[in-house]
């Protein structure tokens, strides 16, 4: 995820922004720039790369620069990681300098008007249409922050934004929305950033901005409005957390802070791809058009691990509302079979890293093969992203933990766009249920965080109770059978457990030889499962006839499966199609507490890697 710094004050710029920008490589980033002044000009120095080679850069040049100034590490998500596409992003007249984290949702609208008024653009970013509105808007008012809050009225989208202009070097312009930043406090100086240990060594007096609000920092102190226009304070807080803490944003581990974000990686997944008000999807962005999935006879799904999960989730959704057959894949397997696939196939492969190597070369496969190959990826430019056809990015952001969070929870809201998409696309799926399912994804975030906030401290006292067994089964049924999977691999993968994942009819095949009163049963039975429903509480009375504890998710208040099971975990009431990533949160919590108790290394397990670029 992108990364802001900025400086005003009597210190060395240069080497403020150097050691901010440091302290926030832990997010991830492939490019990085500055911007400050030197006498009366704005200097700029970018780099594809690292922090590192931004410095040694710098140190070659011998500038001595002073603030105010503006640091930045970009994680690509419009335009490919590369020097021309990293931050700090100008104006024509080279004098607005801008850097952002975030996703401007009408940039190509903004840029094809900004274009036709003779504005010229030198990056494939969505951040540099900002610099060229704050251009227009100055030539109006002659002031930086009208201009931004001019500039920022035209905008939709998220952003926190740094601004400076080389005719006002006693100033910054600062504005958040939905995405984060904090201001830092010190005597006669003022800082910004993304994220807390970024300021850390200077000040731990800080202001969290909060969405809508837009900043003037002067040496003096910040000055905060609404976008509205009136002024207002927000408190300043101390910060007592070390620099380790304050990168995980006071979290102890980054698996539990990526679960808390997922609501967000979800919205900014949907972000200018869902209009609610029609139902319809948009996926021009992964330049998809109706004629790309035109004639298919076959999909084919790849993935490996979690991925490969959310491709079985997939699975379900294409062939109900897509009528289309479709086969998933664990890629290691896919590569060495005698797959039938023609130029009517499509295949789709999944991949967080994009660099797994058994997906890329199923990918490669499936190309030679002919088919049109789609690619589900969250790191853009990643060779998977690259080799595909078309890809469409999940937008997650970096995710740190080795096991995967809220990068599944990301593909699993791509299968949903996909699934409207394609509901739609070949009727099936009728436009009053799709504007239901739409309405049911813009309410989504705010649902998985209250379930986050409600469940966590419930699964907390519960693991207390779990985490000394040694064995787990977890059982689900139908769309929730993939995510009984993923369940037991979080368990698995960070707490040594052993946990076996089980579609829950077939139970009596065999695991049910295991069940005693030392294997606890997770078991996945909203309401809404319908005739699934039914079998599910079977298959519950067969574990607990022969003593085994269950711990059961459900609808809230289903006081008969509440009854039925040992312990009991309601969720809010959510449709079919939704319900994978609503019941997947409370496991991934289950994992965490469990893992943590057991005082295991969360977010560095045994033997495990984030990327597999070996077979
Ligand atoms: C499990 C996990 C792995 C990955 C798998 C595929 O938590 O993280 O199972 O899902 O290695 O990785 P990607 O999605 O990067 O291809």
């Known amino acids: 995820m992108c990364g802001i710094i900025g400086y005003l004050g009597k210190r060395p710029v240069k080497t403020v922004l150097l050691e901010g920008l440091r302290r926030l490589e832990y997010r991830g980033y492939d490019s990085a720039g500055v911007v400050f002044f030197t006498e009366n000009n704005l200097f700029v120095e970018r780099v594809k790369g690292k922090v590192l080679d931004l410095d040694e850069r710098l140190a070659n040049r011998e500038v001595r620069g002073q603030a105010p100034g503006l640091g930045h590490t970009r994680w690509a998500t419009h335009g490919e990681p590369s020097k ?3 931050h700090p992003h100008f104006d024509c007249t080279g004098e607005v300098a801008v850097v952002h984290n ?3 949702e009408n940039y190509h609208a903004l840029k094809q008007e900004l274009s036709a008024r003779g504005h010229r653009f030198v990056s494939e970013t969505d951040t540099e249409v900002i610099a060229h509105l704050v251009e227009e808007a100055l030539r109006e008012t002659g002031d930086l922050f009208s201009a931004v809050k001019g ?13 400076i202009w080389r005719r006002d070097p006693e100033t910054i312009v600062v504005a958040r929305n939905q995405s984060p930043l904090v201001l830092g406090v010190g005597e006669n100086e003022v800082f910004l950033a993304s994220d807390v240990p970024a300021i850390l060594p200077w000040t731990r007096r800080v202001i969290f901005l909060e969405d809508g609000d837009l900043a003037i920092l002067r040496v003096e102190g910040p000055k905060i409005f609404r976008l509205t226009g009136e002024e207002i304070t927000r408190e300043v807080h101390e910060i007592a957390w070390d620099a380790s803490q304050a990168e995980k944003a006071g979290f102890p581990h980054f698996m539990l802070k990526e679960i808390y974000e997922q609501p967000e990686a979800i919205r900014d997944t949907l972000r200018g791809r869902l209009n609610p008000e029609t139902g319809e999807v948009d996926l021009s962005d992964a330049e ?9 006879e076959r999909i084919f799904i790849v993935a490996c691990g979690t991925s490969y999960h959310a491709g079985l989730v997939g699975k379900y959704l294409f062939e109900k509302w897509a009528g289309i057959p479709v086969e998933v894949d664990l890629a290691s397997e896919f590569r060495y079979r005698d797959v039938l696939i023609n130029d009517r196939t499509l295949a789709i492969f999944i991949s967080q890293s994009g660099e797994t ?3 890329l070369a199923g990918l490669r496969l499936a190309k030679e093969l002919s088919a049109r190959v789609l690619a589900i990826c969250n790191v853009l430019g990643s060779t998977i992203a690259r080799e595909a056809h078309r890809v469409i990015y999940t937008h997650a952001g970096p995710e740190i933990g080795v096991a995967s969070t809220k990068a599944f929870t990301s593909q699993l809201t791509i299968f949903l766009l996909l699934t409207l998409y394609m509901g739609r696309l070949t009727g099936r799926l009728t436009l009053e249920r799709a504007m239901e399912l739409s309405g049911e994804l813009v309410e989504l975030p705010e649902k998985v965080n209250l379930v986050i906030k409600a469940v966590h401290p419930v699964l907390k006292e519960l693991s207390e109770k779990y985490f000394r067994q040694e064995d787990f089964l977890y059982l689900g049924r139908n769309i929730l059978y993939p995510v009984a999977l993923e369940g037991a691999l979080k368990l698995k993968e960070i707490s040594y457990i052993h946990a076996e994942g089980y579609a829950a009819g077939e139970m009596k095949h065999g695991p049910i030889a295991l069940i005693e009163e030392n294997v606890p049963t997770v078991a996945l039975a909203p309401k809404e499962g319908g005739i699934t429903y039914e079998k599910m509480l079977s298959n519950i009375e067969e574990v607990r006839s022969r003593r085994g504890p269950v711990i059961g998710f459900g609808t809230e ?6 009854n039925l099971v040992t312990d009991f975990v309601g969720l809010p009431e959510v449709s079919w199609e939704v319900s994978p990533i609503l019941y997947t949160v409370p496991l991934q919590l289950l994992a965490y507490e469990i893992a943590v108790k057991r005082g295991c ?5 045994r033997n495990l890697a984030k990327s597999v670029t070996v077979e």
């Open 84 to 86: 021309e596409n990293a």
């Open 102 to 104: 975030g996703i401007i």
């Open 151 to 163: 500039a920022l009225s035209k905008v939709k989208g998220a952003y926190a934004l740094g601004v």
């Open 288 to 296: 998809l058009s109706p004629e790309f999935f035109e004639g298919l």
């Open 357 to 359: 190597a058994d997906t």
């Open 557 to 562: 208040g289903d006081a008969h499966l509440a």
């Open 601 to 605: 290394d969360v977010d560095q397990p």
